[in-house]
């Protein structure tokens, strides 16, 4: 067992590690699906021969398809495959960020409500759509006057970096709106003294982590009741 202290750390590593790509002589299948470095099917063979065929074209032999049965192997430069994939990654992570939420109560106090629509206004500034959600909580559902008022005020107070896209929409016990960016040039901050760099899992951390302040501040009123 002390004889290979370092490859079986490696091997644990790399099933835990989803995004490790295998190449070369990492690629220990009895055979292989290879395509060429011109992206034309060469066919099944063992890998020992195809990263023949790689090194002679002064490329590498990298699986791109390990779940395949045979899984698929493809000859190209390895370097430039991984720049492409973390230009791909990151492209497809500023299309799904673009939807970002200010949860707001009944009961918000002046100072915070003017800390949610500063960081409202960070998202808008940064492009995001901005989801204003406001959650009736126990008896502020006979009330529900005072959560339609909230809302309609903060996307008036929101009015100099976004545009509603509709009016408050009432789901369950939530109203909610949607706040779309106004274009760049139209922009001007009200609640916030500049564009401040966005760290944007920080933000939706931190949201969640005032509603479930909120939500133990109404637990805890309602077992005193």
């Excluded at 989803?18 to 055979?31: H, Q, S, V, W």
């Excluded at 909580?137 to 107070?157: A, C, F, I, P």
């Amino acid at each position: 067992m002390a004889a290979y202290p370092f490859s079986r750390g490696k091997r644990n590593f790399q099933r835990r590690n989803k995004n490790y790509i295998r190449k070369n002589d990492r690629i220990r299948c009895p055979e292989i699906r290879v395509i060429g470095p011109s992206g034309k099917m060469i066919g099944v063979m063992n890998p020992r021969d195809a990263l023949k065929l790689a090194k002679d074209a002064g490329l590498d032999l990298v699986e791109v398809s390990p779940s395949a049965r045979p899984p698929v192997c493809r000859i190209l430069d390895f370097g430039k495959y991984k720049y492409e994939l973390s230009k791909k990654k990151k492209d497809t992570a500023k299309t799904v960020n673009r939807l970002k939420e200010v949860k707001f109560r009944v009961s918000t106090g002046q100072h915070d409500y003017e800390t949610k629509l500063r960081r409202a206004e960070q998202f808008l500034a940064h492009g995001h759509k901005v989801k204003l959600t406001l959650t009736f909580r126990g008896r502020e559902m006979e009330h529900q006057n005072l959560g339609y008022e909230v809302l309609l005020k903060s996307v008036e107070d929101l009015e100099t970096m976004g545009s509603a896209d509709s009016d408050p929409r009432k789901a369950g016990r939530n109203l909610s709106v949607m706040v779309a960016p106004l274009p760049k040039q139209k922009q001007k901050l009200r609640f916030s003294k500049e564009v401040e760099e966005l760290a944007e899992d920080e933000e939706d951390i931190h949201e969640d982590e005032i509603e479930l302040e909120e939500d133990h501040e109404e637990n805890v009123g309602d077992g005193e009741e």
